[in-house]
């Protein structure tokens, strides 16, 4: 009796920054973990990323940073935001160190600085 290869494809998520060094840079250590990542710099490329990648995407990596100037009213505006799919990352700041408020109900969160490959995919889903 043959066997056959079970081959699973590995995860896409679109990471979201504030400029292209920082996008590159997250996209190599996810992709280290066998994640496939799609870099997206600002949010308004984000979303015309997120667009080519719909059927594949398992979650949107979107630097802190980024988000924190939102208005709450801005927030829900960007669909892409007001996904489950959504996982707020930093490279200075740990989940306990931002205010509940400043993530807007986001439930996952990874600190860069610690992440390994067994959180980002907790956090990928």
């Excluded at 960007?78 to 799919?85: D, H, K, Q, V």
Aim: charged fraction near 20%; aromatic fraction near 4%.
């Amino acid at each position: 009796m043959a066997t056959a290869a079970v081959v699973r494809a590995r995860p896409t998520v679109l990471c979201v920054g504030r400029h292209r060094y920082l996008c590159e840079h997250v996209a190599r250590v996810l992709d280290g973990f066998g994640v496939d990542a799609r870099i997206a710099v600002g949010l308004h490329d984000a979303a015309t990323v997120a667009k080519s990648c719909a059927d594949s995407l398992c979650a949107v990596l979107c630097d802190f940073d980024l988000l924190e100037p939102l208005t709450e009213e801005e927030w829900h505006a960007i669909p892409l935001l007001a996904t489950e799919r959504l996982v707020i990352t930093s490279l200075n700041r740990r989940h306990d160190e931002v205010p509940p408020l400043a993530v807007r109900g986001a439930q996952r969160f990874l600190y860069l600085p610690l992440t390994t490959r067994e959180l980002a995919l907790a956090a990928i889903g």
